[in-house]
């Protein structure tokens, strides 16, 4: 088991960054492949951003490219999704997720999910 804890969201104004951090617990991180998705009412939950166990891999989905950020340290058992130049239309919960294969994009190819993190910006 792998427990994934989010933290980091909050109410920012549009134009504004916020840093969310997902903390992982119970087996070896470097073991997985970390995801961020998001989900906004009413809509299906969305591929963010992903980056496989070393880093060597990272993949965002293009609404976010050039805005956010992807990373992680091994060492801290943490992965982090810097978001800049933030939109309204990043308003959502946003879930980190850990699965052992290289770098999946679709939400039904991870194992482990956190409770999520609210993040609204405002226009």
């Known amino acids: 088991q792998v427990q994934l804890v989010e933290s980091g969201g909050g109410l920012v104004q549009a134009g504004g960054s916020l840093r969310l951090s997902c903390a992982a617990s119970?087996?070896?991180?470097?073991?997985?492949?970390m995801g961020w998705f998001r989900q906004a009412p009413g809509k299906e939950r969305e591929f963010v951003a992903v980056?496989?166990?070393?880093?060597?891999?990272?993949y965002y989905t293009a609404s976010v490219k050039g805005r956010f950020t992807i990373s992680r340290d091994n060492a801290k058992n943490t992965v982090y999704l810097q978001m800049s130049s933030l939109i309204p239309e990043d308003t959502a919960v946003y879930y980190c997720?850990?699965?052992?294969?290289?770098?999946?994009?679709?939400?039904?190819?991870?194992?482990?999910w956190g409770q999520g993190t609210q993040v609204t910006v405002s226009s």
């Open positions: 997720a850990a699965d052992e294969a290289i770098a999946p994009r679709t939400a039904s190819s991870y194992d482990y």
């Open positions: 119970g087996r070896t991180f470097s073991n997985y492949a």
């Open positions: 980056i496989s166990r070393n880093s060597g891999l990272t």
